[in-house]
Protein backbone atom coordinates (compact mmCIF):
# COMPACT_ATOMS: atom_id res chain seq x y z
CA UNK A 1 0.00 0.00 0.00
CA UNK A 2 1.62 3.16 -0.67
CA UNK A 3 0.77 6.64 0.67
CA UNK A 4 0.05 9.94 -1.01
CA UNK A 5 3.73 10.89 -1.61
CA UNK A 6 4.12 7.47 -3.82
CA UNK A 7 6.07 5.94 -0.49
CA UNK A 8 5.09 2.54 1.06
CA UNK A 9 3.10 3.07 4.31
CA UNK A 10 2.87 1.09 7.02
CA UNK A 11 -0.65 -0.60 8.26
CA UNK A 12 -1.95 1.39 11.70
CA UNK A 13 -2.85 -1.45 14.22
CA UNK A 14 -6.30 -0.55 15.38
CA UNK A 15 -7.53 -0.54 18.74
CA UNK A 16 -9.42 -3.47 19.88
CA UNK A 17 -12.07 -3.30 22.69
CA UNK A 18 -12.17 -5.03 25.83
CA UNK A 19 -15.76 -7.22 23.80
CA UNK A 20 -13.53 -7.67 20.54
CA UNK A 21 -9.98 -9.14 23.19
CA UNK A 22 -12.84 -11.34 25.12
CA UNK A 23 -14.17 -12.54 21.64
CA UNK A 24 -10.27 -13.21 19.85
CA UNK A 25 -9.02 -15.12 23.10
CA UNK A 26 -12.54 -16.81 24.06
CA UNK A 27 -13.07 -15.33 28.07
CA UNK A 28 -15.33 -13.33 30.04
CA UNK A 29 -15.18 -10.12 30.67
CA UNK A 30 -14.07 -10.23 34.04
CA UNK A 31 -11.23 -12.15 33.34
CA UNK A 32 -9.87 -9.73 31.18
CA UNK A 33 -9.97 -6.88 33.96
CA UNK A 34 -8.41 -9.87 36.37
CA UNK A 35 -5.96 -9.99 33.82
CA UNK A 36 -4.76 -6.34 33.69
CA UNK A 37 -4.78 -6.07 37.16
CA UNK A 38 -3.25 -8.76 38.62
CA UNK A 39 -1.14 -10.13 35.47
CA UNK A 40 -0.20 -7.05 34.01
CA UNK A 41 -2.00 -7.76 30.72
CA UNK A 42 -0.41 -4.94 28.12
CA UNK A 43 -3.85 -3.11 28.32
CA UNK A 44 -4.06 0.89 27.44
CA UNK A 45 -6.57 3.71 29.82
CA UNK A 46 -8.11 5.99 27.13
CA UNK A 47 -10.35 8.02 29.41
CA UNK A 48 -12.38 5.18 31.14
CA UNK A 49 -11.98 2.70 28.52
CA UNK A 50 -9.58 0.01 28.44
CA UNK A 51 -8.10 -0.35 24.98
CA UNK A 52 -5.42 -3.09 23.69
CA UNK A 53 -4.14 -4.00 20.64
CA UNK A 54 -4.27 -7.17 19.86
CA UNK A 55 -0.39 -8.16 18.58
CA UNK A 56 0.34 -6.96 22.15
CA UNK A 57 -2.18 -9.36 23.44
CA UNK A 58 -0.81 -12.49 21.27
CA UNK A 59 2.47 -11.80 22.46
CA UNK A 60 1.67 -11.49 25.85
CA UNK A 61 -0.37 -14.93 26.18
CA UNK A 62 2.53 -16.77 23.84
CA UNK A 63 5.02 -15.45 26.33
CA UNK A 64 2.67 -16.95 29.32
CA UNK A 65 1.33 -14.16 30.50
CA UNK A 66 -2.45 -15.93 30.88
CA UNK A 67 -0.82 -19.34 32.10
CA UNK A 68 -2.43 -20.29 35.37
CA UNK A 69 -0.42 -20.33 38.60
CA UNK A 70 -0.98 -22.94 40.84
CA UNK A 71 -0.64 -22.79 44.23
CA UNK A 72 0.88 -25.47 46.31
CA UNK A 73 -0.75 -25.97 50.05
CA UNK A 74 1.33 -25.71 52.32
CA UNK A 75 1.78 -28.95 54.76
CA UNK A 76 -0.02 -29.20 57.88
CA UNK A 77 2.26 -27.69 61.21
CA UNK A 78 3.45 -30.81 62.45
CA UNK A 79 1.44 -31.76 65.45
CA UNK A 80 -1.41 -29.82 64.43
CA UNK A 81 -4.10 -32.51 64.37
CA UNK A 82 -2.89 -33.65 68.00
Known sequence: MKNDSGTPSARIEPWASVEEVTA???????????WI???RM???RIGRL????????DSW???G???EIVEQKA????????
Open 42 to 44: PAH
Open 37 to 39: EAK
Open 24 to 34: HLGVARDTIYR
Open 65 to 67: GAD
Open 75 to 82: DPPQGADQ
Open 61 to 63: VRS
Open 50 to 57: WKFKLSEV
